[in-house]
């Protein structure tokens, strides 16, 4: 090979070894980059891993806000707490004590009390209080009413399973929360056997037995609740329109039932008046 042929293969090597080099930091970088991504996705599957940590816990929190803010329980409240709904388990750190200016339970004076309840203008529920049985609630319910606290407010929880059936209402904000700025005990007139018949009117609260503020709840069809924290307050009884009831609003069924099966009706439903009376 004369230098004349080397002269003119040396610059083809050296362009060979150009382009091999810049495949080589080609590839080196490629190799980088998938080390970091790598990387990263590590880094994101963890804290995808935290977060569905924290879903889950977050999850089975709200499984048991909902399934203690499904019942109207003897220790539990709709809302789960402080809303005076209903909560499986009670608070053990509670003490039970009356907050805020509670309404004095002379009101009820011993006596039967009736009146009306009307849901959406065309429900006329007839109601009897119990101020003999129950007359803490009994007064409470009495002022609320004649206070019109509940006029305007919403029926905000619906439960219509086979032995689970009761239209809840009363929060102050129409979601379950808000109340009149008190909460009182004791509970009251509770059934032995843990039965609430056909047509009962109870008074709802959360874990403390001193949470009972406005919300209440109406069964429509026998319904059993756990009564190991105490139970709720037996204040009164629908005397007639729970047909209605059941025709134009429970029958429609709920919306978006919660793990407990519970849900605000498909009917909206507000309390549109209310009247009551002593008898005797």
């Not at 980059?33 to 880094?43: F, T």
């Not at 329980?73 to 805020?100: E, F, K, L, R, V």
């Not at 007839?126 to 609630?137: C, F, R, S, V």
């Not at 007139?189 to 109406?218: E, W």
């Amino acid at each position: 090979m004369t230098r004349g042929q080397t002269s003119t293969v040396a610059p083809k090597n050296q362009a060979r070894e150009d382009r091999e080099a810049r495949e080589r930091l080609r590839l080196y970088e490629a190799r980088q980059g998938l080390h970091v991504r790598q990387r990263r996705r590590r880094v994101r599957d963890d804290l995808f891993g935290v977060g569905a940590l924290v879903v889950v816990a977050a999850l089975a929190t709200g499984s048991q806000l909902a399934f203690a803010g499904s019942r109207p329980s003897h220790d539990a409240s709709a809302s789960a707490s402080a809303t005076a709904t209903a909560s499986p388990t009670p608070s053990s750190s509670a003490t039970p004590a009356n907050t805020g200016d509670v309404p004095s339970a002379s009101i009820a004076k011993d006596s039967t009390w009736t009146g009306t309840l009307t849901l959406n203008k065309d429900v006329d529920l007839g109601i009897e209080l119990d101020g003999k049985a129950a007359p803490q609630a009994a007064s409470v319910e009495i002022d609320l009413i004649r206070k019109q606290f509940y006029e305007g407010t919403k029926c905000h929880r619906l439960a219509d399973s086979a032995d689970f059936k009761f239209l809840q209402c009363g929060s102050a904000n129409g979601d379950g929360t808000g109340d009149a700025g008190f909460e009182y005990g004791p509970i009251e007139n509770t059934p032995s056997d843990d039965l609430y018949p056909k047509g009962t009117i109870a008074v709802a609260r959360s874990s403390s037995t001193s949470s009972q503020s406005t919300q209440f709840f109406i069964v429509y069809g026998d319904t059993t609740l756990d009564g190991s924290t105490g139970g709720y307050t037996v204040v009164g009884k629908v005397t007639s329109g729970l047909d209605d009831l059941q025709r134009e609003i429970t029958s429609k069924g709920i919306r978006d039932a919660g793990q407990d099966g519970t849900g605000a009706p498909k009917v909206a439903t507000t309390i549109t008046g209310a009247t009551i009376e002593r008898q005797q």
